[in-house]
């Protein structure tokens, strides 16, 4: 029995709809033997965008000043110019470092989200 299929969601709809109730995209006549569902894809140049984000976050972690120093970020100017004496030497932020890792890491999926191949 012929069913009709919305292209865009693959929901199944009565045969009087001329439109998705779900996507309100306008829908064709299938059987439902040859109707697959469509897949989506994630975007998979900006997934590798994210992981090489997320290597280059680990090369270069966010430094700040030591325990005993008045707190300050040091960011790439540290790696840059490295330290001369032992009282300039700074340790890396793991709270910085976590925070920018989940950043990356959730723009990246978001976007390979947003930027599906429908």
């Not at 829908?27 to 439902?32: A, D, E, K």
């Not at 709270?95 to 599906?116: C, D, K, N, P, Q």
Request: glycine share 6%; net charge positive.
């Amino acid at each position: 029995m012929p069913q009709k299929i919305c292209q865009a969601c693959s929901k199944e709809l009565p045969d009087h709809s001329r439109f998705c109730t779900r996507c309100g995209q306008p829908v064709r006549l299938l059987r439902r033997s040859t109707a697959q569902p469509k897949t989506d894809d994630m975007n998979l140049s900006i997934l590798y965008t994210m992981v090489g984000g997320l290597i280059i976050a680990l090369l270069f972690p966010p430094w700040e000043t030591a325990p005993g120093q008045a707190p300050e970020f040091l960011g790439f100017h540290f790696i840059l110019n490295p330290p001369r004496s032992e009282q300039d030497v700074g340790v890396i932020s793991r709270l910085l470092l976590s925070i920018e890792l989940v950043t990356i890491a959730v723009a990246g999926m978001y976007f390979a989200w947003l930027f599906r191949r429908k």
